[in-house]
């Protein structure tokens, strides 16, 4: 989620060279990013029909709301390429800049010392392109520290920040519990995403997490949403059941797309409208969700109990309006009940109703250095150009 400046946005040009494609898969959609946003009512023009809508995408799609939140208001934004990776680095992975200000620093950081963040889990560096140029374009004095298991993933990353002309950006490969608080921290702000749902140990991960965290600091994660992920792990255990474990290699990936072919259309991954063609994904998609030894998703409940054991407390869900029920209730009866309940059991509530989070983004700060009064960020707080979105959601 970002604000509505052109500063914090990738330049068309810059995306298109930083992001690796994939050429045999990639599918190019070029489209004015000036469409989305350009007034409040662009999204009902598209549901009426009046403006066409880009090829294989609908009105209902959560990739376009995602992706318009983080697009600038202007008028002459450029044509921009959107590929899959780039669709990621626009979806609701708590990594953006303004929202960092707001949650863990009142709205405004020092520019006197280093902005230090520590990335774990970088991958092939989107927290790195997406944080590091929006704090750089800020002219915020930031240090980054990555790390990634993977050589290959890291090799990626070091090209990317070299290309975009990101200083101060050290990546390596140990894994957490091999640093040193005492000479690696406190960090600032911390990235997590997308591992500790692979981790045999997520809540050991996460107590050590915050060890290395400054009094003011806290944490983005991204972990995967059980009922958004229907059929996911029925398939994973088919293919454990017809396929031998091995190498994931492009022919693994191949053999995968034979058997996710033949599943019948009443199976849940099928029904399921996120995966029900999973085997049209790239090889890198097919690998993650399908392939990876250790798996597994949580519901809003199951992250109360990971964050709580670790010693931290939720700031914020990420976007904050998909947690929100009296954005999705009818006026009345049911609404009025739901003002009685506390912010978990209003979170569960949303997730329950949707029935189709895949992830559950969110930061989170120590407990100990949690007031009562900040305890939940105010969305009223949180630069998000989605309120002319509401009503579409609301449909």
């Known amino acids: 989620m970002t604000s509505c400046s052109s500063a914090l946005v990738m330049p068309a040009d810059q995306v298109q060279a930083c992001y690796p494609t994939e050429p045999s898969r990639t599918k190019f959609i070029s489209w004015r990013a000036s469409h989305f946003l350009q007034c409040p009512d662009t999204l009902s023009q598209k549901s009426a029909g009046a403006i066409p809508w880009p090829e294989e995408w609908t009105p209902k799609t959560a990739n376009l709301r995602r992706w318009s939140a983080s697009v600038p208001c202007t ?36 520019h006197e010392k280093p902005f230090r963040v520590l990335v774990a889990g970088c991958g092939t560096g989107d927290a790195l392109v997406d944080l590091g140029k929006q704090a750089r374009d800020a002219g915020l004095f930031a240090t980054f520290r990555a790390m990634d298991l993977s050589e290959t993933s890291l090799a990626i990353a070091h090209e990317r920040t070299d290309q975009l002309g990101l200083p101060n950006v050290h990546l390596e490969a140990p894994r957490l519990e091999e640093l040193d608080p005492a000479c690696d921290g406190p960090f600032d702000y911390i990235d997590c995403c997308g591992v500790l749902h692979h981790l045999e140990d997520p809540k050991r991960v996460l107590a050590t997490i915050v060890n290395y965290l400054a009094p003011e600091g806290g944490i983005g994660a991204m972990i995967y949403g059980e009922l958004g992920r229907t059929g996911v792990y029925d398939a994973q255990r088919i293919l454990r059941l017809l396929d031998t474990e091995g190498t994931i290699d492009q022919k693994r990936a191949e053999r995968t797309r034979d058997i996710l072919a033949t599943l019948p259309r009443r199976n849940r991954l099928r029904i399921n409208p996120a995966f029900h063609l999973a085997e049209q994904f790239s090889d890198d998609e097919i690998a993650d969700t399908f392939l990876h030894p250790k798996d597994r998703a949580y519901r809003v409940p199951e992250v109360r109990g990971l964050i709580e054991s670790a010693g931290f407390a939720i700031t914020t869900f990420v976007p904050p309006f998909q947690y929100d029920p009296a954005l999705m209730l009818p006026a009345g009866k049911d609404r009025s009940a739901a003002q009685n309940l506390d912010a978990w059991e209003l979170w569960e509530l949303a997730e329950l109703r949707s029935g189709s989070m895949r992830k559950h983004a969110f930061y989170a700060k120590s407990a100990a250095n949690v007031k009562t009064a900040d305890a939940q960020t105010s969305k009223a707080m949180i630069p998000s150009p989605v309120q002319h979105m509401f009503s579409q959601i609301l449909a």
């Open 75 to 110: 008028s002459a934004s450029p044509i921009l390429p959107i590929t899959v990776k780039i669709r990621a680095v626009a979806s609701v992975f708590p990594r953006t800049y303004p929202l960092l200000t707001i949650i863990f620093f009142s709205g405004e950081l020092s």
